[in-house]
């Protein structure tokens, strides 16, 4: 037993693996956002849940009698990377439909991102030059990089829908963020037809 197992979920007294159907009764999660970590992104998850509205966030934790936090009532989770790219979050959409069963899935990019600095290549290249290190293999050319913004975000929602990590019945939306203004804009909405009929 190491120093923390007492912590973990499936060394608790009665708790079942294979029994698991997942934890949704306690935190009632549908909605997985990817944004970029810009701290002047960080109003996207409350304007995303205007937006797609019947959306709690940021919600507030659930007590039990001991105080012990035992749920939340947060509907929309959040990812966060560099660009908000999807390539990076799909271990987290995996998952995240393991424990919660997710039902959308939301990408946004944003104005002003520290990636549209920059092309693949020449992070690549430059990172090479400085730590002698080669990453020319280590990931998704088309994520390193926000070349063109509605190119980024339909090549995200792309990869999402053609990803063995996402159920298909997830649906995807897509939007552009202007962070002087919070204006989010819809680029791409991918809902399976079967869905939307
Ligand atoms: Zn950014």
Redesign the pocket.
């Known amino acids: 037993m190491g120093q923390f197992s007492a912590y973990e979920y499936r060394k608790l007294p009665g708790f079942d693996m294979n029994a698991f159907e997942g934890a949704n009764q306690a935190i009632p999660m549908k909605t997985l956002v990817i944004h970029?970590f810009?701290p002047r992104?960080a109003d996207i998850p409350l304007a995303v849940a205007a937006y797609l509205g019947d959306e709690v966030y940021p919600g507030e934790n659930i007590l039990d009698e001991s105080g012990n936090r035992v749920g939340h009532t947060r509907t929309l989770f959040v990812e966060t990377n560099?660009?908000?790219r999807a390539a990076f979050a799909l271990e987290s959409v995996a998952a995240m439909d393991y424990i919660f069963s997710v039902q959308n899935v939301v990408v946004v990019h944003?104005s002003f991102?520290?990636?549209t600095t920059l092309t693949p290549e020449l992070l690549i290249k430059k990172f090479h030059d400085h730590h002698r290190a080669d990453i020319a293999t280590m990931f998704d050319r088309g994520s390193l990089a926000i070349m063109d913004f509605e190119d980024s975000i339909k090549h995200d929602i792309a990869l999402l829908r053609s990803s063995p990590a996402v159920p298909k019945r997830i649906k995807l939306y897509g939007f552009f963020y202007e962070i002087s203004t919070g204006k989010l804009t819809e680029v791409v909405r991918d809902i399976p037809a079967w869905m939307s009929t």
């Open positions: 970029c810009d992104a560099a660009g908000g944003h991102c520290g990636t």
